[in-house]
């Protein structure tokens, strides 16, 4: 007997790739899609739907780090796919864990458990009917391989069993791309319902494309037109699943770092780096933001930093913001700026070295608050963006021109080469002379 999960006349109206995912029985599916094709909603909807088809079944929404899936796929799961938000008394369905749910209780018995594969302990020793992840793009194959592992039927309460998912295109070798036992379904701006009519573009469609036709190079290609390609002379090879790090507390004998790179319209960076006894660098916290004054930034700086000793503040040249710093409490040094050279240092550091790991990390999580004006119209907005889209300038001939890279979402790729230079460039030999300044805060 097949079970196909029927869309209602009071469900939404899913077409194309997203149609396509709710009616496939795979075992391993991925939704791809550009920005704003609704591919979350889709998926959790179907996730929804199928935890009222069988009853005591066991579902598990999951990703990377369970602080990101109750950011993002929590908050739409209990806004826009319940019927009713778990707080309303209309709600059958109970929510355990308060404002960081830990599983969903329904009716019928189903269970939906939430959880982020920074705590795989706690989440993977379970077997589940269904598996959902959200970003798929974000994790490592070893990490899919041991969801799939989690549903393979054990479970018993469904007649199938499913990991599925939704995702942003990335290179053409990422591993979504090349697993043979994937199913990977791409959906269009034109299949979300609340974009496109069937017809012609909703209100929201034509502002959402108006957005999105904004985009540039690496960022439309995958953003707007869904497209898997690598970044044509991307600067640096920043790998997601090597270079990002679960976080974790800083001990206190590490050196540590800040470093800032000034902006109002464009963004004011604030890189928090520590060195581990190893030589490792960590950006363990990082401030990206506009449209604020640095003694606004001054103050959140000096706020975030209780408790925490640093060797050095180093700072773009800018003398009238440096010294705005120092009336508010901020001593600062001026960043050693030699492009090329600070390049191949962070280049150095990105390469796997002889224990196959690099010299520099970035912490999960690290992003103290997100610019709402750079997230909305689909901006980079940390330092994770800057990474895959810091390119050289193209030549005549279509191929990069390495000289210095195009001058475009580059405020915290700055601050991070100051960072590197200050340890592996030769700057840090002026703090004799100026500890007195740059302990000052």
Known sequence: MKHVIAVTTDAPQFRGGMLELWKSKAHEVILSGPYQTGKTFGALSKLHALLCLFPACNALMVRKTRKSILASAVVTYEKKVLPFPPDNPKCAIQKYGGER????????????????????????????????????????????????????????????????????????????????????LETRHEDNPSLHDGNDWTPLGRKSMQILDGLTGLRYKRGRLGLWVGAEGVVYEFDTT??????????????RIRVIDFGFTNPFVCLWIALDNDGRMYVYRQLYMTQRTVRVHAAQIKALSVGENYTATIADHDAEDRATLD????GTIPADKRVTVGIEKV??????????????????????????????????????????VYTYPEGKDGKPVKEEPVKAYDHAMDALRYGIMFFDGGLNVMIPFVQGKARGW
Request: proline content about 8%; aromatic content about 12%.
């Open 327 to 330: 009336e508010n409490g901020i």
């Open 242 to 255: 090597v270079h990002l790090l679960p976080a974790f507390k800083i001990p206190d004998s590490w050196e």
């Open 347 to 388: 280049q150095e550091r990105l390469k796997l070295q002889g224990d196959k790991k690099p010299r520099l990390y970035v912490l999960e999580d690290s992003l103290v608050e997100p610019d709402k004006s750079l997230v909305d119209t689909y901006k980079p907005y940390k330092i994770e963006d800057e990474f895959q």
């Open 101 to 184: 749910p830990e599983f969903y209780l329904y009716p019928n018995k189903s269970r939906l458990t939430v959880g982020g594969l920074d705590e795989p302990d706690k989440y993977l020793s379970a077997e589940y009917d269904f598996i959902y992840v959200n970003q798929a793009e974000e994790i490592a194959l070893d990490s899919w391989e041991k969801l799939v592992g989690r549903a393979t039927g054990r479970a018993g309460n469904a007649p199938w069993t499913q990991v599925f998912g939704d995702c942003n295109p990335g290179p053409p070798n990422h591993w979504i791309k090349q697993r043979a036992a994937l199913q990977l």
